[in-house]
């Protein structure tokens, strides 16, 4: 069993709708990556996060260490978001299985 | 700062030839990560090091792979002899410390033919 398990696999949504990714994780951990993945390669940082919730332009990322969960939340999503997500547990970098996402126009 | 710059950004090579990638962390980071990703198996890290120590090397595939990081600034990771199977894209990342904000380079698309 992955240490890090991430929830749907794959998701496609329309223009403007709200998107949730859920990421739950074994390990105890202090905090937690959600990294992004474009279609081009690169992996870019989205949040680090050890309590509560980020907020950065429509992305907001949620955290309940207690109940080791994350959540990815995407408002007002745009065919631009259309990337892989990704979770990941600090120590080691270890990954989730990663959720594509595909968002039509 | 330019954040993580690897090199070269492709490479193509034949089955047998020595494959050297390279890595330039952020200036100040002490954690420097190696990770391949391919279609099946997803990102998989290889090794990392702390302060120029590597403290993880299980997720190295055989020893056909080594790395070595000489100082702060630099580090490389060789294959030899490469095989088809080692074609992935490479990414080297690299924190402030272990268990902080991890930044990725662009990756290096390794092709072994």
């Known amino acids: 069993k992955n240490e890090v398990e991430q929830s749907p696999q794959n998701l496609t949504a329309q223009e403007g709708e709200f998107i949730t990714i859920n990421c739950s994780y074994s390990?105890?951990?202090?905090?937690l990556h959600w990294l992004q993945q474009h279609p081009g390669g690169g992996i870019v940082s989205l949040f680090m996060l050890s309590s509560g919730k980020k907020k950065h332009g429509r992305l907001i990322a949620t955290i309940n260490i207690q109940e080791k969960h994350s959540s990815l939340h995407i408002t007002a999503s745009h065919p631009r978001d259309s990337a892989v997500y990704i979770c990941a547990v600090p120590e080691k970098l270890t990954f989730g299985t990663g959720t594509r996402l595909t968002i039509i126009p | 700062d330019a954040g993580v710059i690897q090199s070269p950004r492709h490479e193509v090579t034949e089955m047998g030839q020595e494959v050297t990638l390279r890595c330039k962390p952020i200036?100040?980071?002490?954690?420097l990560f190696w990770y391949r990703q391919t279609m099946m198996r997803g990102l998989e890290l290889l090794i990392y090091?702390?302060?120029?120590?590597?403290?993880?090397d299980s997720g190295m595939p055989e020893d056909r792979f080594s790395a070595k990081m000489p100082n702060a600034s630099f580090s490389t990771l060789k294959i030899q002899p490469s095989e088809p199977r080692d074609s992935a894209v490479y990414f080297c990342a690299s924190s402030l410390r272990v268990n902080t904000e991890a930044f990725f380079g662009q990756g290096t698309r390794l092709t072994v033919v």
């Open positions: 090091f702390n302060n120029n120590v590597p403290i993880d």
């Open positions: 200036s100040g980071h002490n954690s």
């Open positions: 390990v105890g951990i202090s905090a």
